[in-house]
Each structure stands twice: as C-alpha cells, then as structure tokens.
C-alpha cells in the first residue's frame, strides 16, 4: 500500500522507467558485456593495481567529480541524481570525486559543503560503495603521481613534447577554425631531451609559465582540442592537500581521463561543453592502456545538457560575486540556488530529485521553467505538511458582544481542525492528531480580509456581512475603528453562538466566505520572511548581460505575523502549509520553537509569479 506521504518518490520512480539516452548506453553495455572482464582491487590505480584483484562486482561506475571551489548549485544536483541513479538502478557505483588538481582556488570548506550536499540529497557512495569494496570519496591530487608517470609515458612513446615557446607565440601557431596550426620549434625534440627538461620543470628548475608539456598529435586537426594540447604546466602554488610538493600540475583534459580510468569509472557523464574534449580523451586512453599503464576497457564519456532554470543563475563564479558583493545574506541565503540555499528555503531531497527525475537528461540544451522546480515541491509537500493559520498582515477583529455571549470578555474556547486535510490521508493511514487552538474576545485577522465600502463581488467583512472565522465561530460584521488618519485600528463584528465549526448548528447559518485568523489569546508572534526570485528576468545573465541588473527589488519582505501554536511550537526545517499562503519552513538557523518562531516562504500555492 502506498502513503500519500512517498506520494513524490513514487512517482519519481515510475518516471525513472522513461528511458533516455544514457541509460540505453549503459544497457547496452552490460548486455554486450563491454565491462564484465574489469577487474577492481578496491582502491583506484593503474593497470598492475587493478589486475590483481577481484572480478569488479560493481556491474557500472560513474563518478561525480566536482572541483571543490564553491558550493553546490542546483545544476550539480541535477548531475549527483543522474550519477548517483543511474549507479543504484544498474547495480554499480557511484565515486564522489574532489577534482583538485587546480591549487589556486580550493578550500576544505567547500570539501565538506559538498558532502553534506550529496548525503542531503540522498545518496551515500559509502554504502554503494562497500558493497563493491571502495571506499569514497577520492580526490584527485591522490593521483598526481601517477599523472606524472603517465606525462612520462607520453614523453617516452613520443606522444609529449615540452614547449618553450612564449604564451603569444604558442596561441598565435595554434591557428583558429579556418587555419591549421603551425608547428612548435620544440616539437622534434627528441626525447631524451624532453624527458630532462620535463624532470627539470618538476625539479623547479624552470619559472611558472616558461614551459608546458604538450601532447603530440594533430597541429592541423579540425578539433582545435586536438591540435597539441597543454596536458602540465608550472605553477608554484600551494595545494590545500599536497602543500609545496609540486611546483607543476596537470592540466584538466588531461587529469579528468586519467582520474576515470585509476577509478575503473565506466561511463564518464559530463555536461556538453566537454564534447569538443572527448576525442582527447578517447586518445589519451588508448595512448595510456597501450602502454599498459592503465587497464583496458578505457571508460568512455558521454555529454547531457546542463541545466539552465530561468530566474537563476548557475554559475559558481557569479553566485561567489552575489556573496562577495553582499547582494544575498550568505552561500545558504533562501534565494540562492545553491543546495544549502534550496534547503533552507524549504526544499526538500523528494523535490529535487523528483525535479531531476521529471526533466530527464537529453542531448540538447534548453531552458527549464522556475514553476516546474516549485511544481516539483509542491508536489512533495502537499500531503506531508501540515496545515496551520497565520496572519501576515495583522489588524485586530473585536468580537463586540462576546461576554453577552459568553459571560466574560476573558473567556476562551478550544477550536480543533485536522493537521491533514482528508484528501492527504492514505487509506489505512492514521491522520495526525487535530490542532488545537484558541478562540476568544479578540483575533488577528488579515486586514485585506475587510472593507468598509466593498468593491464588487466582495465577500469577506464588510459590515452586515456573515463570514465564518475558519474552524470557529460564524460572526457578523458591524464596522470599525480608525485613527485620525483614517487607517482602520480594529475591525468590529458580532458572533453569533450555537453556530461553531463541528457542532450540530454550524451550517445554522450560511456564511458568505471562510477567513484565516488567529487569536489574541494564544497566537504568537513571529518573524515570516516573504522570499520572492532572486531575479526579474528570466535570463538574467543571457548574451554576457550583467546580471547583477536584474535583481528583483522584492525578493524579500520580512514581516511580523501572528501564528497558531501548533506553528510556532515548530522544530527547524519543519514544513507547513498556511492555509491560503502557501508552503512556509521553520528557518533551520534563526527558528527558535515557541519563542521566537522565524519561518520562510518557500512557494505560493500556485504558480502566480508576473500575475
Ligand atoms: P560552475 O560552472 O558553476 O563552476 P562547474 O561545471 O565548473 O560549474 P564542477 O564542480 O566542475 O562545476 O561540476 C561538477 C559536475 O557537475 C560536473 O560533472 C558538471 O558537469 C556538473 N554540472 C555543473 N553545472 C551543471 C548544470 N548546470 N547542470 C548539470 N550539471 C552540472
Ligand atoms: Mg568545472
């Protein structure tokens, strides 16, 4: 039996049936048995390494492999739920991967960001992992020796030359898409040559920038990738892992290839602007498995279109420059789209991958609407969160004749209405217990919920109108107090008894409309920020345009609220809906539960974003 509340994982289960085009790869693979002689000796490394282990039980690996120099955005989570599914569909493995084989820009921070990021989301390559013998995750800087034997290799089967030529001149001979290359002075080196001077760039002989190491292949190819590619440069830096020890670094097309086949990564999954690279990568691995130096099958890459969501930007470097700038609180600001950001602003794992599952991964880039990601929470939430009432733009209803009514103006009584409406409770299910609250004298009521003089089709207060306070009292409105600026102070109204929610008179009456409200008595004040786009434009940084232009104004509007108990009594990252609002979430860093409840605004209802 299902309950409503795997409602999302469900169907992003059934949706993970729909077949693309890398899982069609992958079964084709294990039904031609492409990788079934791969063998794994439960830690990444090179063909000798590999071969004296065990069968590999892991039946695919893929790798998720992101350059620790930021956090997380939703693009990456799109590529951590491809990765890490397809590895759990197919029975393999998916390797969390730091690539930093770059010194400049790492940090540890970042490190740990991203491992909390993947387990929020719900994968653990531990688990996968030992079940398969490996233990993630890995780096790349582990690799930096080996990538020096394999630079070595090259050199010795005379596939590498070090180039000494300045920056301007290798540039200039490079040639462009109408003109071929023209060849380096270095490249008939020989490579006793190459090899001394190589060893005397490592031995910190030569200054940053004097010499690369180039691959030999094509000067005249159509890739230009293909023309003689940098594969190590000098770089005097210090790496947040390996320190001082290397004075040179191999550059990425090289090291990413390298760090796939030392980790018997199968399908090597990236986004489309790697697809130029791939015929280096494919000729790098045929140059290295030939010299035995890796163990054959070689992985192979295949390219998807990145994610690009309108209102948002996905660009690590221009989310650094909205934090740096202070344009956003923080990296974990509710508007970022950084992970840490989705996940305070309410996101839950269920959402995003239920996002991913529902764009699928194709060949071809586009634009993914900012409602189908809200679409996706609110999918997730509707039969998880309980219901609740708030008041976001509180003005005081006086119930005028209450102590008629009731013998005192001081008494109260306990209204009850479901956390969970009917439709939200499986069958089977036991609901969650009723909320509770007050209702007495006084309530909060939203002050666009009255008008003296109303405007057509007018239904809530106005006076001698009969609205019901929702799980409360029916009550009718007489008028209401201004101040000398004519702003309304307090809304006057009657209640009529006998005609409360869930006793037998409460359809005595007819009421012309049901309005939120909270009460005097027990309701608590609270902080709600109102979180709206970041930005105004759809495409906010389209054709180099700068972004920082289209920032909405009212991306957030903090207002005090008054809430029901059962809403401020809420534990952090705890998610509600309140009733005609929304989906708000207890801030999971300033909520403090009773006292002082702070809550975000994750979505509206429906989508009414430009309406
Ligand atoms: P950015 O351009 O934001 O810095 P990146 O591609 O440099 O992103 P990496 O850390 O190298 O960031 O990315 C790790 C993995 O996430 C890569 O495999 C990359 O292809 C993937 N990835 C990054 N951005 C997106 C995106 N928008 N959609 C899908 N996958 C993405
Ligand atoms: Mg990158």
Same mark, same amino acid.
């Given at each position: 039996?299902?309950?409503?509340?795997?409602?999302?994982?469900?169907?992003?289960?059934?949706?993970?049936?729909?077949?693309?085009?890398?899982?069609?790869?992958?079964?084709?693979?294990?039904?031609?048995?492409?990788?079934?002689?791969?063998?794994?000796?439960?830690?990444?490394?090179?063909?000798?390494?590999?071969?004296?282990?065990?069968?590999?039980?892991?039946?695919?690996?893929?790798?998720?492999?992101?350059?620790?120099?930021?956090?997380?955005?939703?693009?990456?989570?799109?590529?951590?739920?491809?990765?890490?599914?397809?590895?759990?569909? @197919?029975?393999?493995?998916?390797?969390?991967?730091?690539?930093?084989?770059?010194?400049?820009?790492?940090?540890?921070?970042?490190?740990?960001?991203?491992?909390?990021?993947?387990?929020?989301?719900?994968?653990?390559?531990?688990?996968?992992?030992?079940?398969?013998?490996?233990?993630?995750?890995?780096?790349?800087?582990?690799?930096?020796?080996?990538?020096?034997?394999?630079?070595?290799?090259?050199?010795?089967?005379?596939?590498?030359? %070090?180039?000494?030529?300045?920056?301007?001149?290798?540039?200039?001979?490079? *040639?462009?898409?109408?003109?071929?290359?023209?060849?380096?002075?270095?490249?008939?080196?020989?490579?006793?040559?190459?090899?001394?001077?190589?060893?005397?760039?490592?031995?910190?002989?030569?200054?940053?920038?004097?010499?690369?190491?180039?691959?030999?292949?094509?000067?005249?190819?159509?890739?230009?990738?293909?023309?003689?590619?940098?594969?190590?440069?000098?770089?005097?830096?210090?790496?947040?892992?390996?320190?001082?020890?290397?004075?040179?670094?191999?550059?990425?097309?090289?090291?990413?290839?390298?760090?796939?086949?030392?980790?018997?990564?199968?399908?090597?999954?990236?986004?489309?602007?790697? #697809?130029?690279?791939?015929?280096?990568?494919?000729?790098?691995?045929?140059?290295?498995?030939?010299?035995?130096?890796?163990?054959?099958?070689?992985? /192979?890459?295949?390219?998807?279109?990145?994610?690009?969501?309108?209102?948002?930007?996905?660009?690590?470097? /221009?989310?650094?420059?909205?934090?740096?700038?202070?344009?956003?609180?923080?990296?974990?600001?509710?508007?970022?789209?950084?992970?840490?950001?989705?996940?305070?602003?309410? @996101?839950?794992?269920?959402?995003?991958?239920?996002?991913?599952?529902?764009?699928?991964?194709?060949?071809?880039?586009?634009?993914?609407?900012?409602?189908?990601?809200?679409?996706?929470?609110?999918?997730?939430? #509707?039969?998880?969160?309980?219901?609740?009432?708030?008041?976001?733009?509180?003005?005081?209803?006086?119930?005028?004749?209450?102590?008629?009514?009731?013998?005192?103006?001081?008494?109260?009584?306990?209204?009850?209405?479901?956390?969970?409406?009917?439709?939200?409770?499986?069958?089977?299910?036991?609901?969650?217990?009723?909320?509770?609250?007050?209702?007495?004298?006084?309530?909060?009521?939203?002050?666009?919920?009255?008008?003296?003089?109303?405007?057509?089709?007018?239904?809530?207060?106005?006076?001698?109108?009969?609205?019901?306070?929702?799980?409360?009292?029916?009550?009718?409105?007489?008028?209401?107090?201004?101040?000398?600026?004519?702003?309304?102070?307090?809304?006057?109204?009657?209640?009529?008894?006998?005609?409360?929610? *869930?006793?037998?008179?409460?359809?005595?009456?007819?009421?012309?409309?049901?309005?939120?409200? %909270?009460?005097?008595?027990?309701?608590?004040?609270?902080?709600?920020?109102?979180?709206?786009?970041?930005?105004?434009?759809?495409?906010?940084?389209?054709?180099?345009?700068?972004?920082?232009?289209?920032?909405?104004?009212?991306?957030?509007?903090?207002?005090?609220?008054?809430?029901?108990?059962?809403?401020? *009594?809420?534990?952090?990252?705890?998610?509600?809906?309140?009733?005609?609002?929304?989906?708000?979430?207890?801030?999971?860093?300033?909520? %403090?539960?009773?006292?002082?409840?702070?809550?975000?605004?994750?979505?509206?209802?429906?989508?009414?974003?430009?309406?």
């Amino acid at each position: 039996m299902t309950s409503p509340t795997d409602k999302a994982s469900d169907s992003a289960s059934a949706e993970h049936k729909v077949s693309n085009f890398l899982r069609q790869i992958i079964e084709k693979d294990l039904e031609q048995g492409t990788y079934a002689s791969r063998r794994w000796a439960g830690s990444p490394g090179d063909a000798a390494h590999h071969a004296a282990g065990e069968p590999d039980p892991a039946k695919i690996r893929t790798r998720f492999p992101p350059e620790p120099n930021g956090y997380l955005h939703v693009g990456h989570a799109k590529s951590i739920c491809i990765n890490f599914g397809l590895a759990k569909e @197919y029975g393999g493995v998916c390797h969390l991967r730091f690539d930093d084989t770059n010194p400049e820009k790492e940090d540890t921070e970042y490190v740990n960001s991203i491992i909390d990021a993947v387990k929020w989301l719900g994968f653990d390559w531990a688990q996968l992992g030992q079940a398969a013998g490996s233990a993630a995750p890995y780096q790349a800087s582990d690799y930096f020796d080996f990538m020096y034997r394999a630079a070595e290799a090259l050199i010795e089967a005379g596939h590498a030359y %070090v180039d000494e030529q300045s920056a301007e001149d290798m540039r200039a001979n490079r *040639g462009d898409f109408g003109k071929p290359g023209v060849d380096s002075p270095f490249r008939s080196r020989t490579v006793a040559e190459n090899l001394t001077r190589f060893r005397e760039m490592k031995g910190g002989k030569l200054a940053d920038g004097a010499a690369v190491l180039r691959a030999k292949i094509d000067m005249a190819s159509p890739n230009i990738n293909m023309r003689d590619p940098a594969i190590y440069r000098i770089r005097r830096a210090t790496h947040h892992h390996t320190g001082d020890t290397w004075c040179i670094y191999p550059m990425y097309t090289f090291a990413h290839p390298i760090e796939d086949a030392l980790e018997q990564i199968t399908h090597s999954i990236c986004t489309l602007e790697f #697809e130029d690279q791939r015929p280096f990568y494919d000729w790098l691995m045929e140059r290295l498995c030939e010299c035995k130096l890796l163990a054959a099958p070689a992985p /192979k890459q295949y390219e998807f279109a990145r994610l690009n969501l309108t209102y948002v930007i996905t660009s690590k470097r /221009k989310l650094a420059q909205l934090v740096n700038e202070s344009k956003v609180s923080g990296w974990d600001d509710p508007r970022m789209p950084t992970i840490v950001g989705l996940r305070r602003r309410g @996101y839950t794992p269920e959402s995003l991958r239920l996002f991913a599952d529902r764009i699928g991964v194709t060949k071809s880039d586009s634009w993914i609407d900012y409602s189908t990601l809200e679409g996706c929470l609110r999918e997730d939430l #509707e039969n998880k969160a309980h219901r609740g009432m708030a008041v976001l733009d509180p003005v005081k209803l006086v119930l005028t004749n209450w102590a008629e009514a009731f013998g005192s103006d001081g008494y109260t009584e306990d209204c009850s209405q479901p956390a969970l409406p009917h439709s939200a409770i499986a069958e089977g299910q036991t609901p969650p217990a009723d909320r509770t609250f007050l209702i007495g004298k006084e309530v909060w009521i939203e002050r666009e919920d009255f008008e003296e003089v109303p405007p057509k089709g007018y239904k809530r207060l106005f006076p001698g109108n009969v609205v019901r306070l929702k799980g409360g009292y029916v009550i009718e409105c007489t008028g209401c107090a201004r101040d000398a600026a004519g702003n309304v102070t307090e809304v006057h109204a009657k209640v009529i008894p006998g005609t409360k929610s *869930g006793t037998p008179g409460a359809d005595s009456i007819k009421a012309k409309a049901a309005i939120t409200w %909270v009460s005097v008595a027990d309701g608590v004040p609270a902080e709600v920020r109102l979180y709206d786009r970041l930005f105004a434009e759809a495409h906010p940084d389209a054709g180099g345009k700068d972004f920082l232009q289209s920032l909405n104004p009212d991306s957030l509007k903090v207002v005090t609220a008054y809430m029901e108990p059962s809403l401020a *009594g809420a534990q952090p990252d705890q998610k509600f809906q309140f009733e005609r609002f929304g989906y708000f979430v207890a801030d999971r860093l300033d909520h %403090v539960a009773g006292t002082k409840p702070v809550f975000n605004r994750v979505t509206g209802l429906k989508d009414s974003w430009g309406k």
